[in-house]
Each structure stands twice: as structure tokens, then as C-alpha cells.
């Protein structure tokens, strides 16, 4: 495996685990619900072929996504690199909005050590901006759990521009986590140039476009009825097969190198810079070991042309979320 740093020297294995689609049922599911025996032997093989940093957040389940990781972590905790979130406010066990108070990070920070089983988060992320608080009250909040030795590094995701800006004057922001793959580039105009300056990581999620640029789904069909992505606008009948173009790019591209598509579009990812971090989502040993493999693939400037071509900026058809996904991000 080969490792990379982001921001305040935080050093981390170059692909990480998406944790999120190991829940059984929960609140969002991609495919079959999860294994949790095999999701657990993913994350175990995965700690063996050297990946150290794993991603889950409160919501996931809620809560049953850091639980599962932090049963699997026990006795293995040594060397990892856990990333966790907060930013949402619950009832019970129903999101009931945004809450970037600092109170709230307190409350999210205690529940999440206890359910990981952990003494420190070693990156607490704010999951969504919570527009009704300034970004400098939530990252001084999230600071003070540093103080207090209850987290290590503290992160922001799907942050705008401006937002970014005053929270990076404010606080050591370590890394940045927001949508960025071959079909979603947004982060290109502004947010990743200011990550840079910064000296921010970038954390991709969804660096696979929820499943579709691996190019196993062809049709909406695929799809069974309680899948989160028929929800996604990218797979809605109107725009799913022009976005196919770019899966039969990326399709030319691991045919040549004899990878796949999945590999493809990780080593893109990682081409874009040495403190981009991808972490594709899986609950199952093959597909993350796929996409751990990704790390020591190199495409050639002839297969970053092919995918710029069928890809540019803006080419994909539909928007990301649905409407409401979309007035929570980039804020």
C-alpha cells in the first residue's frame, strides 16, 4: 500500500474505506443489504493489505455503521486512522435537520467514542454546514474537543469556497470531504485550489459515482425498488444512458491496462493530486480488494485525455442529488 498526507501531517493510506454501505437495511442502501460477518472480514482484509484509514459517520444506520467498525477495530486499532462525522440533528433515531452547534458536536463527539469503542476520533468531520451557525463557532467547538484530547483532527465536508476560507482562518483544518469522480467535478472550479493554498486534504466520497462508472449497471431495472439510487438523477431514465458514454470511456481506458473500471477511476482520482484520498464504498472482500489495487495503477496522459474527452466539467447529465441533497452542499 502506499500512503499519503493531508493536512496537519495527518498521514493516511492512499485509498480508504468507505464504511457506509455496511448496514443491514438502515437508512441508505446501495444493491443488497450488507453482510455484517463479511463486512467485517472486508474490514479486516483490508487492515491486512496495509489500508489504515476507515470513514463512517453517526447517520449511517444511524449509529449501527460505528458500531460494526469499531467491534471490527477491536484489538486492531494500532496504526488506523478513523474518520467520523457529526452535523445532523437526531430524535431518536430520525435526522431531524442540521446542527453545526458545538453542543451538538460534544454530544455526537461522546456517542461516536462509545459506540467505536475508541479513546480519541482521529479526524472529526462536519458532515453538512449547518448555514444558522457560523463556520467559526462549529470549528471552535470542534477544536475544544481537541483540547480535551477527545479528537485529534477536525474536517469539514461539502463546504463552499467561502465557508472553507473562514473555517481554514479560524481552525487547523485537516481535510476536506466532498463528491468528486470522474462524473462530478465540481470541486475543480475553486474548492480544490483552495485545499491546496491551505494545506487541506481532499477527501473524495462517491469516487465511483455510487456504483455506475464500475460500469455493472446498465439499465435502471438493475436496480431494486428500496435502492437509494433511484433516487440519484444520474440514474433517472431521462439521463442514465447518456451518462453511459462515460462508463464506455472509462471501459477503453481498463481494457487496454487489463484493470478495471473501478481501478480506473480511483487512479484518476489519485492523479489529481498527491493529497487526494479516495474512499470508495464497499461491504464485501472482492470489491475492496479491487479497489485497494487502484493505488499502484498509473495512467498514461493518453488515458487521462480519452476520459477528459468523454468527461469534461460539466458534462455529465442530471445533477448529483435531488433537489433537497443539493441545497445542502457546497454551503
Known sequence: MKYRTL?????????????????????????????????????????????????????????ANEELLGEAIRGKRNGLVIA??????????????????????????????????????????????????????????????VKEGKVRHIGLSEAGPDTLRRAAAAAPITALQSEYSIWERG???EILGI????NIGFIPYSPLGRGFLAG????????????????????SEENLPANLAIVDAIAGVA??????????????????????????GTKRRATMENSVAAADVTLT???????EAAAPMGGTSGPRYGEQGMRMVRL
Open 7 to 63: 493536512g496537519q501531517g495527518l498521514q493516511v493510506s492512499a485509498i480508504g474505506i468507505g464504511c457506509m454501505p455496511m448496514v443491514k437495511g438502515g437508512n441508505i442502501l446501495y444493491g443488497e443489504a450488507a453482510d455484517m460477518d463479511e463486512a467485517t472480514r472486508t474490514i479486516h482484509r483490508a487492515i491486512d493489505l496495509g489500508v489504515t484509514f476507515f470513514d463512517t459517520a453517526e447517520i449511517y444506520g444511524p449509529f
Open 84 to 145: 467520523t462525522k457529526f452535523g445532523f440533528g437526531l430524535d431518536g433515531n430520525k435526522i431531524v435537520g442540521v446542527d453545526g452547534s458545538p453542543a451538538n458536536a460534544r454530544r455526537a463527539c461522546e456517542g461516536s467514542l462509545q459506540r467505536l469503542g475508541i479513546d480519541v476520533i482521529d479526524l472529526f468531520y462536519q458532515h453538512r454546514v449547518d448555514p444558522s451557525v457560523p463556520i467559526e463557532e462549529t470549528v471552535g467547538g470542534m477544536m475544544e474537543l
Open 187 to 189: 470541486v475543480e472550479e
Open 195 to 198: 485545499c491546496r493554498e491551505s
Open 216 to 235: 455493472t449497471i446498465r439499465s435502471r431495472d438493475e436496480l431494486a425498488e428500496n435502492d437509494w439510487r433511484r433516487n440519484d438523477p444520474r440514474y
Open 255 to 280: 481494457a487496454k491496462h487489463g484493470i478495471s473500471n473501478a481501478q480506473v477511476a480511483l487512479a484518476w482520482l489519485l492523479a489529481q493530486g498527491d493529497t487526494i484520498v479516495p474512499i470508495p
Open 301 to 307: 496522459a493518453e488515458d487521462l485525455a480519452a476520459i
